[in-house]
């Protein structure tokens, strides 16, 4: 099993749509997570991190499944500018050392 | 003001030649990275950098040599350079004890 799988994607939405993407894992260790957004072109940036409660940022909700070992991402009322890659990213940390596991990311496209 | 930059942005050479990118951060922090993106878009950790100190590398050929003069600049040297060394190359910086990455723009190398 990978590190990490990310649902293929691409994902063609029209604007206002509500979008979901998952992400699973297979290191039980890791111990945190996070969705990062990269533009075409561009660098990766931080979205937001996932809590084990779940949480809410705007129109983005995150959460977390331990016990089957994926996280997700909602978008809801899709807007022009959500167009971008979405990365899964996991952090398995040990001493002083941070590993960040990157997924593939999944390709959004928001249509008008 | 550039938080971390990298240069070149674009490198186009010939297969056999020797090129080094270079990146510097002016966020304070003591955690530098490079990763390389592929052009299936996957985001792999190379090496990473800890107060000029080498904690992470991965399985990367020994063509590959990061080098950090100061916690604000790691640089990567690239030796016999080969058509797979294709990609864009990412340098990233974090504050220890935090997960997250600030990203350079990438630099993106060909090589022909």
């Known amino acids: 099993r990978k590190e990490v799988e990310q649902d293929p994607g691409p994902f063609n939405v029209p604007e206002g749509a509500t979008v979901a993407f998952n992400c699973t894992y297979s290191n039980s260790a890791s111990q945190s997570f996070f969705w990062y957004r990269q533009d075409c072109r561009k660098e990766p940036k931080l979205l937001m991190s996932?809590?084990?409660s779940g949480n809410e940022d705007g129109r983005f909700t995150a959460q977390l499944n331990r016990a089957s070992q994926y996280i997700s991402l909602l978008i809801r009322d899709s807007k022009l500018s959500d167009s971008a890659t979405y990365l899964c990213?996991?952090?398995?940390?040990?001493?002083?050392?941070?590993?960040?596991?990157f997924g593939k990311g999944t390709l959004l496209t928001v249509n008008p | 003001d550039t938080a971390v930059s990298q240069t070149p942005k674009y490198l186009v050479t010939q297969m056999g030649n020797d090129k080094s990118i270079k990146c510097e951060q002016n966020l304070g922090h003591d955690t530098m990275y490079w990763y390389k993106q592929d052009s299936k878009k996957f985001l792999k950790i190379m090496f990473s950098y800890n107060n000029k100190e080498l904690i992470i590398n991965e399985t990367v050929p020994n063509r590959f040599s990061p080098k950090s003069p100061d916690k604000a600049h790691l640089n990567l040297h690239i030796n016999s350079l080969e058509l797979g060394d294709s990609a864009v190359y990412f340098c990233?910086?974090?504050?220890?004890?935090?997960?997250?990455?600030?990203f350079g723009e990438g630099s993106r190398l060909t090589v022909l």
């Open positions: 990233a910086s974090s504050q220890q004890g935090q997960p997250e990455l600030f």
């Open positions: 990213v996991f952090l398995n940390s040990g001493g002083s050392n941070y590993k960040l596991t």
């Open positions: 996932v809590y084990s």
